[in-house]
């Protein structure tokens, strides 16, 4: 079974950072994407950016470049999510996800508060 671990998050001021990982098991070899969702309360849930495992990186959230940073450790299989100048709209509940061959895998979920 492919698993998704997360860790961080947490409350910042506007203005701040904060990093999110995600390391991911239970597969070996081949394509695939990892990346964030976040889903804000009372709003549809949105991709932010991910990064393959050829290292490409894809923004889905205009809102984000060059506020938000993916990458990788491929020793660790681990995606990290470095954000900075950070904003209230930035708020929601973010998942890391994996796409591998047809199908999607979800790690548990981190929150992130933007608030003075």
């Known amino acids: 079974q492919i698993h998704l671990a997360q860790s961080g998050g947490g409350l910042v001021q506007p203005g701040g950072s904060l990093r999110l990982s995600c390391a991911y098991s239970?597969?070996?070899?081949?394509?695939?994407?990892v990346g964030w969702w976040r889903q804000a309360p009372g709003k549809e849930r949105e991709g932010v950016l991910c990064?393959?495992?050829?290292?490409?990186?894809?923004y889905y959230e205009d809102s984000v470049k060059g506020r938000f940073t993916i990458s990788r450790d491929s020793a660790k299989n681990t995606v990290l999510l470095q954000m900075t100048s950070l904003k209230p709209e930035d708020t929601a509940v973010y998942h890391c996800?994996?796409?591998?061959?047809?199908?999607?895998?979800w790690g548990q979920g981190t929150q992130v508060t933007v608030s003075s």
């Open positions: 996800k994996i796409h591998v061959g047809l199908t999607d895998y």
């Open positions: 239970g597969f070996t070899g081949g394509y695939y994407v």
């Open positions: 990064i393959t495992s050829t290292y490409g990186v894809t």
